[in-house]
């Protein structure tokens, strides 16, 4: 599946709706992924792929750090993932630190298999695994500090994966996330049925590249039975992978309602963490309808990029515009 060059959204819908109130947006004309917006009132605001000037550096950057987000989060009593932040091999003796791989084994092990694995600063999804075994855990270790010096172990947590998007003191979206998945039709293996959602993709403009060869993919369907080569009933339904990210394949469904404690508390955790414009993830066991039972805080987002939410479709792309017009009429104060 051959990777096609996508600009980051941002820029693309600033310059859109700008005229709207006034505003003037220039983008860098080489790489299209920085830009400036001119105000009326003659203020200068810049932007780098999904970040702005909205949220403060000192937040944003804590944000962009999982560990150190944890922490915090934990201490203001708010319901986290019990994790812990592991170095590479190098790292750590670079450091001076145990905290290396083999401490990552023993508190994957205190914590009982399986356990999710993820880069302490990635984003969209990238290399995150539910693990099963040593072996994959060590599989999956090595992937991460391929390209990330620090690696999550957190213990596994189920339920329905949801993305609030906070700016101030209003939700301005909040939509499920449903990991990517295939759906059979009696005759077509899983590969195929792969390509076939792939070209879905490719119709409505989403651009959102499938890998068939992901290692992921390949674990995650070994441990229901099954391969690529598999060929599922009519209807049945299989979850390729364990991560719900619209960037790796996920599906989302917007939340047209909000149980007002939910909204309360994104509200509330986007201010504690020092940000105006925040995407608070949540695996909650029931619904954001419903008054929150058990829930899990996954992550604070202080660049809540909705290129994938926008490119599944023209009502998406829609709400986008409506959202980033908000921004944009907040970055101008």
């Given at each position: 599946?051959?990777?096609?060059?996508?600009?980051?959204?941002?820029?693309?819908?600033?310059?859109?709706?700008?005229?709207?109130?006034?505003?003037?947006?220039?983008v860098e004309p080489k790489w299209k992924i920085v830009g400036q917006v001119t105000f009326r009132n003659g203020k200068r605001r810049y932007f780098r792929y999904s970040s702005s000037d909205l949220n403060p550096l000192g937040a944003s950057s804590i944000a962009q750090d999982k560990d150190y987000a944890n922490f915090f989060m934990k201490r203001m009593g708010y319901p986290t993932v019990r994790g812990e932040a592991f170095l590479s091999d190098d790292w750590a003796k670079m450091l001076g630190s145990r905290r290396n791989r083999n401490a990552a084994f023993r508190f994957a092990k205190k914590l009982g298999l399986p356990v999710i694995v993820k880069p302490n600063s990635g984003s969209q999804g990238g290399n995150v695994q539910l693990v099963h075994?040593?072996?994959?855990?060590?599989?999956?270790?090595?992937?991460?500090?391929?390209?990330?010096?620090?690696?999550?172990v957190q213990k596994y947590v189920s339920g329905r994966d949801y993305r609030i998007v906070v700016l101030d003191d209003k939700i301005i979206s909040a939509y499920e996330r449903i990991p990517l998945n295939v759906t059979g039709d009696g005759h077509s293996t899983i590969a195929r049925l792969?390509?076939?959602k792939q070209k879905t993709f490719i119709?409505?403009?989403?651009?959102?590249?499938?890998?068939?060869?992901?290692?992921?993919?390949?674990?995650?369907?070994?441990?229901?039975?099954?391969?690529?080569?598999?060929?599922?009933?009519?209807?049945?339904?299989?979850?390729?992978?364990?991560?719900?990210?619209?960037?790796?394949?996920?599906?989302?469904v917007e939340v047209k309602r909000i149980h007002p404690e939910f909204a309360k508390l994104a509200i509330k955790l986007t201010k504690d963490m020092g940000l105006r414009l925040c995407g608070v993830d949540l695996m909650v066991e029931g619904t954001l309808e419903e008054k929150p039972k058990k829930f899990w805080?996954?992550?604070?987002?202080?660049?809540?990029?909705?290129?994938?939410?926008?490119?599944?479709?023209?009502?998406?792309?829609?709400?986008?515009?409506?959202?980033?017009?908000k921004v944009l009429k907040s970055l101008e104060y």
């Open positions: 599946m051959k990777k096609r060059a996508v600009q980051p959204i941002l820029g693309t819908i600033f310059r859109k709706i700008a005229p709207r109130i006034g505003a003037k947006v220039i075994s040593p072996n994959e855990l060590r599989k999956g270790l090595r992937t991460i500090f391929k390209r990330d010096r620090v690696a999550l792969l390509q076939k119709a409505s403009s989403r651009d959102t590249q499938l890998k068939a060869d992901d290692p992921r993919i390949r674990t995650k369907l070994r441990h229901q039975g099954l391969s690529l080569t598999s060929v599922l009933k009519t209807g049945a339904k299989v979850f390729l992978l364990d991560n719900a990210n619209l960037s790796t394949g996920g599906d989302s805080v996954l992550e604070v987002n202080a660049a809540p990029g909705l290129d994938h939410y926008a490119r599944s479709g023209k009502a998406q792309e829609k709400i986008v515009e409506e959202i980033y017009l």
